[in-house]
T-cell receptor, first 114, second 109 residues
Framework: EPEVTQTPSHQVTQMGQEVILRCVPI?????FYWYRQILGQKVEFLVS????????KSEIFDDQFSVERPDGSNFTLKIRSTKLEDSAMYFC????????????FGNGTRLTVT | GQSLEQPSEVTAVEGAIVQINCTYQ??????LSWYQQHDGGAPTFLSY??LDGLEETGRFSSFLSRSDSYGYLLLQELQMKDSASYFC??????????WGAGTKLIIKP
């Protein structure tokens, strides 16, 4: 069964550094998302991406964040200058449509900012 | 604001039936989804309700009442592997899902 893959599984970085989290969505999916989950808390929407542009973003997704689909298969999330409060599990997801189309999540990247 | 309320923890016995409730207050509503998440794992999709009524998928069923802004997930014939956190999520508009805080299901033998 096709799956969403994310790398790395764990990233440790120092405050103020840039990080890039990578994702390979399911190949025939058209909609891509980044969510994050602070340990033990709920899942929070960051951004959705469709047709090579951001379709929606949350208040969390400020100027420090950016997304890119550089080559038709990878989907990346960049955090320009990490803060301690960016420490969380970051999940990439993809779907074939909206509405009742389920999100397929990757196993996540645990980002630790020290 | 937008919010979803669900119990933080539910305990049940293996083989039993358990219901996890979810009430929501959102600016719009396109549907209610349920996801399962095992510790350290990715959320996995369980069910989706856009219309009132019951949706059944094997041992799992999900119910929606839009007039009450309420839904529930029903798990039957509980197995130890069902021990996980269960999240309800609403798509109020556009593309994003708003998630509840999750219900940790503890199953005892």
């Amino acid at each position: 069964e096709p799956e969403v893959t994310q790398t790395p599984s764990h990233q440790v970085t120092q405050m103020g550094q840039e990080v890039i989290l990578r994702c390979v969505p399911i190949s025939n999916h058209l909609y891509f998302y980044w969510y994050r989950q602070i340990l033990g808390q709920k899942v929070e929407f960051l951004v959705s991406f469709y047709n090579n542009e951001i379709s929606e973003k949350s208040e969390i997704f400020d100027d420090q964040f950016s997304v890119e689909r550089p080559d038709g298969s990878n989907f990346t999330l960049k955090i320009r200058s990490t803060k301690l409060e960016d420490s969380a599990m970051y999940f990439c997801a993809s779907s074939s449509g909206t509405g009742e189309s389920p999100l397929h999540f990757g196993n996540g990247t645990r980002l630790t900012v020290t | 604001g937008q919010s979803l309320e669900q119990p933080s923890e539910v305990t049940a016995v293996e083989g039993a039936i358990v219901q996890i409730n979810c009430t929501y207050q959102t600016s719009g509503f396109y549907g209610l989804s349920w996801y399962q998440q095992h510790d350290g794992g990715a959320p996995t999709f369980l069910s989706y309700n856009a219309l009132d009524g019951l949706e059944e998928t094997g041992r799992f069923s999900s119910f929606l009442s839009r007039s009450d802004s309420y839904g529930y997930l029903l798990l039957q014939e509980l197995q130890m592997k069902d021990s996980a956190s269960y999240f309800c999520a609403v798509r109020p508009r556009g593309y994003q899902l708003i998630w509840g805080a999750g219900t940790k299901l503890i199953i005892k033998p």
